[in-house]
Nanobody, 114 residues
Framework: QIQLAESGGGLVQAGDSLRLTCAASGRTFTNFAMKWFRQAPGKERVFVAEVSWSGNRTHYSDSVKGRFTISRDNGKKMVYLQMNTLKPEDTGVYYC???????WGKGTLVIVSS
């Protein structure tokens, strides 16, 4: 069993940066690749980024490639999403999840004003 809790969201201006954190509990954290998703108001939840269990491989959606960086610290059971050059269209609730999508956090809200 694994529990996930996101933090780090907030209200920022376009061009600013934020770092989101996903804290995991449970002994099986390293069994999973981890993903970030986001859900804009009135829209479906969409994939943002993924990191392998070792942290050596990453994958990004085209909309964030080159601006966002996903990473993890298995010793601390943390997953991070560094978000740079934020745009208003990055606004939404950001969720972390295990790669099998069976475990989700409750999300953290990011609002980017223009």
């Amino acid at each position: 069993q694994i529990q996930l809790a996101e933090s780090g969201g907030g209200l920022v201006q376009a061009g600013d940066s934020l770092r989101l954190t996903c804290a995991a509990s449970g002994r099986t954290f390293t069994n999973f690749a981890m993903k970030w998703f986001r859900q804009a108001p009135g829209k479906e939840r969409v994939f943002v980024a993924e990191v392998s269990w070792s942290g050596n491989r990453t994958h990004y959606s085209d909309s964030v490639k080159g601006r966002f960086t996903i990473s993890r610290d298995n010793g601390k059971k943390m997953v991070y999403l560094q978000m740079n050059t934020l745009k208003p269209e990055d606004t939404g609730v950001y969720y972390c999840a295990t790669d099998n999508l069976e475990h989700w956090g409750k999300g953290t809200l990011v609002i980017v004003s223009s």
